[in-house]
C-alpha cells in the first residue's frame, strides 16, 4: 500500500489528464530517464498523442512549483532529483507525460522483472484514484442534492412562519376586541 501511496504522489493532472512524467518512471522503473525515453522512441508508434506527449515550457514551470512543493512535504521522495541552477544541471528537453494508458503501453517495451512489478503497481495506484475519483463524486452528488431539498424547505418553512405569524396576530387582534372597554347598554 505504501509503494501505491508513493506512485499516487507522483500522478500529476496536466491538460486535464492523470499523467506520470518520464523521470518518475525511469526512477520506479529503476533506469536512467535517457535510457527510458530511448526506449519509447524506439517505439513511438505504441504511444499516440493520448497515451503521451511532451510538456510546454508553461506546464513544466507550473508543474515544477507542485514538484519541490511535495518533495519538501514528503522526504520518502529524496530520489526526486530537481533542477539545479548551475551549468549543465538544466533539462536539455522537456519531460513527456504518460497517461494511464501510456503506462500500461510501457509494459510492453521494459521487460525486465522490476519494470514489470512497477508496471502492475502503477496500474494499480490509477485505478485506486479513479475509484475515489468516483467515490468523491457520488458523495457530491448527493451534497448538491441535499443542499437543494434544504434550499426547498427553506422556502417551505419561511411560508410556514409567516402563516404561524398571521395567524398570531388574528389571535392577538381577537383578544383586544373582546378584551375591550364594552359601552353601552349591559344584559
Known amino acids: 500500500m505504501q509503494i501505491i501511496q508513493s506512485i499516487q ?11 506520470m512524467l518520464d523521470r518518475d518512471l525511469a526512477t520506479l522503473y529503476e533506469v536512467e530517464t535517457k ?9 513511438l508508434r505504441r504511444f499516440p498523442p493520448d497515451f503521451m506527449f511532451q510538456l510546454t515550457k ?11 512543493a511535495i518533495e519538501k512535504s514528503v522526504p520518502s521522495r529524496s530520489q526526486f532529483v530537481t533542477l539545479n ?4 544541471h538544466n533539462l536539455k528537453y522537456l519531460p513527456y507525460a504518460f497517461t494511464e494508458h501510456g503506462v ?14 512497477m508496471n502492475i503497481a502503477i496500474i494499480r495506484a490509477f485505478i485506486e484514484m479513479r475509484r475515489f475519483n468516483i467515490i468523491h463524486t457520488d458523495w457530491m452528488e448527493q451534497i448538491r442534492e441535499l443542499k437543494d431539498r434544504i434550499g426547498g424547505h427553506d422556502a417551505q ?4 412562519y409567516d402563516a404561524l405569524e398571521n395567524l398570531l396576530d388574528e389571535k392577538a387582534a381577537e383578544r383586544k376586541w373582546e378584551d375591550r372597554d364594552r359601552i353601552g347598554f349591559k344584559r
Open 9 to 19: 504522489n507522483r500522478i500529476y493532472e496536466i491538460r486535464g489528464e492523470r499523467v
Open 35 to 43: 535510457v527510458f525515453n530511448q526506449a519509447v522512441k524506439r517505439n
Open 58 to 68: 508553461e506546464e513544466w514551470e507550473s508543474l515544477k512549483f507542485q514538484i519541490e
Open 85 to 88: 541552477t548551475g551549468r549543465g
Open 104 to 117: 500500461a503501453m510501457l509494459s510492453g517495451i521494459l521487460n525486465s522483472d522490476k519494470a514489470v512489478q
Open 157 to 160: 418553512l419561511s411560508q410556514i
